[in-house]
């Protein structure tokens, strides 16, 4: 069972990777094709916390985008993500289960 949830949990990184890069582009100008970027997350007992960076800067990583989602399994969760550093999304009083229900919340 451990490794079948693994597999599934991947595949909605692969796809919370991809919303970040797009929404990086969508809300940040300076977005380039030649930008390489990093995906940072902290899957905590009841949070989800990630970044997306351009590590390609020859100033050093700047982040396009962050984000965290707080007290997952309960009915009070809520959602925040800030993109180009305002908030982009704020969401209260969430009813996220599980982690993966957190991953779909998050795109």
């Known amino acids: 069972a451990g490794s079948s949830s693994t597999v599934v949990l991947s595949s909605h990184w692969f796809r919370v990777v991809a919303m970040l890069r797009v929404a990086a582009r969508r809300h940040l100008s300076s977005a380039s094709a ?3 970027y990093v995906l940072t997350i902290n ?3 009841s949070s989800i916390k990630y970044g997306v960076f ?6 050093g990583p700047r982040e ?3 984000g965290v989602l707080e007290e997952v399994g309960s009915s009070a969760s809520r959602l925040k993500l800030v993109v180009g550093g305002e908030i982009a999304r704020d969401e209260r009083d969430l009813s996220i289960a599980d982690h993966g229900a957190g991953l779909a919340a998050i795109r």
């Open 64 to 66: 396009h985008c962050s």
């Open 54 to 59: 351009d590590v390609a800067d020859a100033k």
């Open 34 to 36: 030649t930008s390489t």
């Open 43 to 45: 899957a905590g007992s």
